[in-house]
């Protein structure tokens, strides 16, 4: 049957790339021998076998062989998939007997040089003296660095403090929605490119859907980040890719916080004697507010729960405020003002 690597690096087989990174990104810290002293043994030996399930499942060409005919394939004499050249990247061989290619062969690589492509480094810990096969190339002791060396990785990847790979400045985008989409909350689907790289450092610009859940009661400046998305390149953590929510203008309303306000235009006739808001709510409703109290050009009209949802508690809303801008006549007759008098004369 062979070894499951898939099962190693605790992935399943429809795994991408980018699950692949993670898992052995994880799975290599955790059990690299510097960081198991008291089971060194037993962490080499899986540390190596983590390290060649990355180095098949990362390569295409050796992914298929495998898939196809498993550890045997890969170490035995099967035929390649779909023939080929007599040599192939990375450790992969195509032997031919006259007739064409009849069989591939996989060497598994030191675990120590795909550790250091990896991350980054052309020797893990800095090449301490001569590099080795297999699992006896040199690394700092905890003795030197202390017994945390490891920490300024973490169990997501990071970098070193000494000769570390640096992580590249965040790019930020801003992200348009309209107060219909921040209220109800929708979906926006973001196309990107991008360059990535394999682990010999040749890169491939790729395609990717990036998939926002925009929530009800969002902000302007509220930010999403998508870790790490930016291009790859050697010894450069990938930038990650941020995206701004930013607030276009409405034609009816403006936002406060978790308040909407409106302004009405209205004469001074509708001003004193009486006046009736209509409006279309930002999900649909239309709502008729009476408003019987005169209304004085500092007047403002609050209807509870008639805002934005409030992003902690959707169920939960600002208010609506409504401001009048009332419409003054430019000039009275005579007569008007003496009507005027006298209905509000004292």
Same mark, same amino acid.
Request: with cysteine; proline share 7%; hydrophobic share 30%.
């Given at each position: 049957?062979?070894?499951?690597?898939?099962?190693?690096?605790?992935?399943?087989?429809?795994?991408?790339?980018?699950?692949?990174?993670?898992?052995?990104?994880?799975?290599?810290?955790?059990?690299?021998?510097?960081?198991?002293?008291?089971? $060194?043994?037993?962490?080499?030996?899986?540390? $190596?076998?983590?390290?060649?399930?990355?180095?098949?499942?990362?390569?295409?060409?050796?992914?298929?062989?495998?898939?196809?005919? *498993?550890?045997?394939?890969?170490?035995?004499?099967?035929?390649?998939?779909?023939? +080929?050249?007599?040599?192939?990247? *990375?450790?992969?061989?195509?032997?031919?007997?006259?007739?064409?290619?009849?069989? =591939?062969?996989?060497?598994?690589?030191?675990?120590?040089?795909? =550790?250091?492509?990896?991350? +980054?480094?052309?020797?893990?810990?800095?090449?301490?003296? *001569? +590099?080795?096969? !297999?699992?006896?190339?040199?690394?700092?002791?905890?003795?030197? =660095?202390?017994?945390?060396?490891?920490?300024?990785?973490?169990?997501?990847?990071? %970098?070193?403090?000494? !000769?570390?790979?640096?992580?590249?400045?965040?790019?930020?985008?801003?992200?348009?929605?309209?107060?219909?989409?921040?209220?109800? +909350? /929708?979906?926006?689907?973001?196309?990107?490119?991008?360059?990535?790289?394999?682990?010999?450092?040749?890169?491939?610009?790729?395609?990717?859907?990036?998939?926002?859940?925009?929530?009800?009661?969002?902000?302007?400046?509220?930010?999403?980040?998508?870790?790490?998305? !930016?291009?790859?390149?050697?010894?450069?953590?990938?930038?990650?890719?941020?995206?701004?929510?930013?607030?276009?203008?409405? %034609?009816?309303?403006?936002?406060?916080?978790?308040?909407?306000?409106?302004?009405?235009?209205?004469?001074?006739?509708?001003?004193?004697?009486?006046?009736?808001?209509?409006?279309? /709510?930002?999900? *649909?409703?239309?709502?008729?507010?009476?408003?019987?109290?005169?209304?004085?050009?500092?007047?403002?009209?609050?209807?509870?729960?008639?805002?934005?949802?409030?992003?902690?508690?959707?169920?939960?809303?600002?208010?609506?405020?409504?401001?009048?801008?009332?419409?003054?006549?430019?000039?009275?007759?005579?007569?008007?003002?003496?009507?005027?008098?006298?209905?509000? !004369?004292?």
């Amino acid at each position: 049957m062979g070894v499951d690597y898939y099962k190693i690096l605790q992935v399943d087989r429809n795994a991408t790339d980018e699950n692949l990174k993670k898992a052995y990104r994880k799975l290599a810290m955790k059990w690299h021998p510097d960081k198991n002293l008291t089971n $060194k043994k037993e962490a080499e030996a899986k540390f $190596k076998q983590i390290s060649e399930a990355y180095e098949v499942l990362s390569d295409p060409q050796k992914r298929a062989v495998y898939d196809q005919y *498993g550890e045997e394939g890969l170490k035995g004499q099967v035929p390649p998939p779909g023939g +080929g050249a007599a040599a192939g990247p *990375g450790g992969a061989q195509f032997f031919s007997t006259g007739d064409g290619p009849t069989m =591939f062969r996989f060497n598994p690589r030191s675990a120590n040089d795909i =550790f250091a492509e990896f991350f +980054g480094f052309s020797s893990p810990f800095g090449g301490m003296g *001569g +590099g080795g096969g !297999g699992m006896r190339g040199s690394r700092f002791s905890s003795g030197i =660095f202390g017994d945390d060396i490891f920490a300024s990785f973490g169990e997501g990847g990071g %970098s070193m403090n000494q !000769g570390a790979s640096r992580k590249a400045p965040p790019i930020e985008n801003r992200l348009p929605c309209s107060l219909e989409e921040l209220c109800k +909350g /929708t979906t926006k689907k973001m196309k990107i490119s991008r360059e990535i790289a394999d682990i010999s450092g040749k890169t491939m610009e790729v395609e990717e859907i990036l998939t926002i859940d925009i929530k009800p009661g969002w902000k302007m400046g509220t930010k999403i980040t998508f870790p790490e998305k !930016g291009n790859e390149q050697p010894n450069v953590i990938p930038a990650d890719l941020v995206f701004i929510i930013d607030e276009k203008p409405h %034609s009816v309303f403006t936002r406060d916080g978790n308040d909407l306000i409106v302004t009405q235009n209205i004469s001074l006739a509708e001003a004193l004697t009486g006046y009736t808001v209509h409006l279309t /709510t930002l999900d *649909g409703r239309n709502l008729s507010i009476p408003i019987t109290n005169v209304i004085h050009p500092n007047y403002e009209e609050v209807v509870p729960r008639e805002g934005m949802p409030i992003q902690k508690d959707p169920t939960k809303r600002g208010n609506l405020r409504i401001k009048f801008n009332i419409k003054f006549p430019t000039r009275l007759t005579t007569e008007q003002k003496a009507g005027i008098r006298k209905l509000l !004369g004292p």
